[in-house]
């Protein structure tokens, strides 16, 4: 257990529709990642967030948009969803600094079927 | 661009031979490389990393990678495969820029152990 909790598990929906992703990082972690992973794209890098701020943007599309709340925990929204938007969505934290610097830790991940 | 190769989509081993997963990487400056692994139906789990320092780093259930600057490679091996070590795993550079932490991986090599 990596101590990222995400939540839902798996969540089905139509096209077109809007979900919320939602993530609690490790305790104490301030850095939130979230990463999409589909067969075809592999493991991509969408944005992070730095204690409440935005850090890095990667391949997000504008449809989709994220924020970490004061307590750190983060959500993914994505909108408008299209079939191709179907994916593993993970969240990961790390710390600042510290024996454990540059490592990720990953939750579970969140299933997206879009139908 | 920062990028990572992983060559190979499968490999096969006997259990108890010696294993092999192969990482390349293209960075400009001194490379922070990671592998993580996945097992079906969970996050991705950190194995190991190189940040400085000796070639050899050892990582978690006996796995370890020889970083090799000329080659720009990071192979990951251990010199005991056991069925339990098949699982997906990832090789990922951390991006240079000083302000974010985010993780470019591979493609991702399916390591097969056959009893």
Redo the contacts between chains.
């Keep these: 257990d990596?101590g990222?909790t995400q939540t839902p598990k798996h969540l089905i929906t139509a096209t077109g529709q809007r979900v919320t992703l939602r993530c609690s990082p490790r305790s104490g972690d301030l850095?939130v990642?979230w990463y999409q992973q589909s067969l075809d794209q592999?493991?991509?890098?969408l944005i992070?967030y730095y204690n409440g701020e935005e850090?890095?943007k990667?391949n997000i599309l504008e449809r989709f948009s994220a924020q970490q709340f004061p307590d750190l925990h983060s959500e993914l929204n994505l909108s408008s969803l299209e079939l191709g938007d179907s994916a593993l969505y993970?969240c990961?934290s790390?710390v600042a600094g510290g024996a454990r610097?540059?490592?990720?830790?990953?939750?579970?991940?969140t299933r997206l079927t879009v139908l | 661009a920062q990028s990572v190769a992983q060559p190979e989509d499968q490999v096969n081993v006997a259990e108890g031979n010696p294993l092999t997963v192969k990482c390349t990487y293209s960075v400009s400056g001194n490379p922070y490389l990671f592998w993580y692994v996945q097992y079906p139906n969970r996050g991705l789990q950190f194995l190991l990393k190189y940040i400085t320092g000796d070639n050899l780093v050892k990582g978690s259930y006996g796995f370890e990678a020889e970083f090799n600057k000329s080659q720009t490679s990071f192979h990951l091996k251990k010199p005991s495969a056991l069925v339990s070590d098949s699982a997906l795993y990832f090789c990922a550079v951390r991006a240079l820029s000083s302000n974010t932490g985010k993780l470019i991986f591979g493609q991702g090599t399916t390591l097969q152990v056959k009893p």
């Design positions: 990596s990222v850095s990642y592999g493991l991509q890098f992070q850090r890095a990667g993970f990961a790390s610097w540059g490592e990720q830790f990953f939750g579970p991940g």
